[in-house]
């Protein structure tokens, strides 16, 4: 990618999260305000329950507006300091144990291949992890109103890289909102915040490495991670 793509893409991707974050806040705002303003404006009218309730309104909106600073906090407090060189196998299969008991509690069918010879990637075990639990979290919530759920997790080795490709069963994401999925604090989902994809993407970036979605509406979401494999571990 030249310069100004990458300039381009940069401007667009700040647009998208200065978008999302002027519609979360400003509604929250907006209602907050709307709130205020009859209960003042009908102070002497309400009785004491009903004060109590606008009350109890305006808090729960408050609270709301101080889980969306929380969200950005986080975003800020995950990063990437220290990368190592570290047994791909073993860090796999760990994650294969901890998935394996996630998706036996959920009722959700597991299809996994890592048939795979030994070699060392570059990353953060702490960031790593991170990554790939939020990518399963999001898989586990996409199939729970979904007949016969599966997780399906595959490993390939691609020159420099290695490729983890996660699929779920599940209702899928639409087209337009794919783009959308890595911008933090997007969400379709009531009661989420919406920071798992973008910290996901992240650390992953921090990490010489990238994530992409694909997702035909109702046929379910693949996910799939690019790591760097260590110089001279290559392929």
Not at 118 to 129: D, G, Q, R, S, W
Request: glycine content about 4%; charged content about 30%; hydrophobic content about 45%.
């Amino acid at each position: 990618m030249d310069q100004a793509s990458s300039n381009l893409e940069l401007m667009e991707n700040l647009e998208n999260i200065l978008s999302t974050i002027r519609h979360e806040v400003g509604n929250s705002i907006n209602s907050l305000k709307i709130t205020l303003d009859v209960l003042r404006e009908n102070f002497d009218l309400f009785d004491d329950a009903k004060r109590k309730d606008y009350l109890k309104r305006g808090s729960k909106l408050v609270a709301r507006q101080q889980e969306l600073v929380n969200a950005m906090k986080v975003y800020s407090m995950f990063n990437v300091k220290e990368q190592e060189e570290i047994q791909f196998l073993h860090l796999w299969k760990s994650f294969l144990t901890a998935a394996a008991t996630k998706l036996k509690e959920k009722n959700i069918k597991f299809i996994q291949d890592h048939e795979t010879a030994p070699f060392l990637i570059k990353a953060n075990t702490m960031a790593l992890n991170k990554v790939m639990m939020n990518i399963l979290d999001n898989a586990v919530e996409a199939v729970e109103i979904v007949n016969d759920p599966q997780v399906e997790l595959r490993v390939t080795l691609n020159d420099d890289f290695v490729t983890i490709m996660l699929k779920d069963n599940g209702c899928g994401i639409r087209k337009n909102d794919i783009s959308k999925a890595f911008i933090p604090l997007f969400t379709t989902k009531p009661g989420k915040m919406g920071m798992g994809l973008p910290i996901a993407r992240k650390l992953l970036v921090k990490m010489g490495g990238r994530i992409e979605i694909e997702s035909p509406f109702e046929d379910g979401t693949e996910v799939r991670v690019w790591l760097r494999i260590a110089v001279g571990h290559e392929k």
